[in-house]
């Protein structure tokens, strides 16, 4: 196996991070901007995570309650486990490999397409650092908007296995709110939102990089779309791994 290009890609990445984070030249454009990736990247991505987060709550609440017949194990049981399970892996891990998808693709065809059209050869003739002036205001959106996504996410799982409760005869409303409030450990809502954090760079650094070195036409920006995702997805699972070895041992 050839690791020459690995190398070589990881590189080239490292100096196109390194060229975004520079000083803007004009902070308030730069925070203009960013108040609009804040609005496209984040609030548009609000409905998608209800949804998600309402079905899926529902869902884990579901199979807990199915799973668990034995009677040695408290009844409240399937509460505790919904929640510790929508805190500790969906609401930060499953939603951000969901939002790499929807999130991602939108940022490496958007820059993909303005890198096609010459649009950021023309920001480079005019002496801007258009690395900085296209990609930086997408990371800190991203990046400062993620921790309401997640906060969202663990709510609306939680009520949505609460809904079942209401709604079908698996289990007690009472049951189910005893074990939301069993043996709670605090760490766990920032234990999800430091990994938020961190994948959210992931995902709109990685879309970006492969958008702006996209050569060609419309099909290399799909291209650069799809490997944008894919990259982005491979490392949130594994900075999964290292960050829940460090922030949980």
């Not at 074990?179 to 938020?196: C, N, P, R, T, V």
Request: charged letters at 10%.
């Amino acid at each position: 196996m050839n690791l020459a290009q690995p190398i070589a890609t990881f590189g080239r990445y490292c100096m196109f991070v390194a060229r975004t984070f520079s000083i803007p030249d004009r902070w308030s454009v730069s925070a203009r901007r960013t108040l609009q990736e804040v609005s496209k990247l984040g609030i548009d991505s609000i409905p998608l995570v209800l949804i998600i987060s309402l079905f899926i709550g529902a869902v884990i609440a579901i199979q807990m309650q199915l799973n668990i017949t034995s009677p040695i194990i408290p009844a409240y049981s399937v509460g505790l486990a919904t929640r510790d399970i929508v805190l500790l892996e969906f609401s930060n891990s499953i939603l951000c490999l969901i939002l790499a998808g929807k999130v991602g693709s939108n940022i490496a065809s958007e820059i993909g397409t303005m890198r096609v059209t010459e649009q950021i050869d023309a920001l480079e003739i005019m002496g801007v650092n258009s690395a900085n002036f296209l990609v930086l205001p997408k990371i800190v959106a991203l990046v400062a908007f993620m921790p309401v996504l997640v906060v969202l996410c663990m709510g609306t799982s939680i009520v949505g296995g609460y809904l079942v409760a209401v709604f079908t005869d698996l289990f007690t409303v009472s049951r189910y709110v005893y074990g939301l409030q069993a043996f709670f450990i605090e760490w766990y809502i920032w234990y999800a939102i430091i990994k938020s954090l961190v994948f959210a760079f992931i995902i709109a650094s990685a879309a970006s990089f492969f958008g702006y070195y996209v050569k060609g036409g419309a099909l290399e920006v799909g291209k650069a779309s799809t490997n944008g995702v894919v990259s982005s997805s491979i490392f949130i699972l594994l900075f999964d791994v290292i960050l829940t070895k460090l922030l949980l041992q």
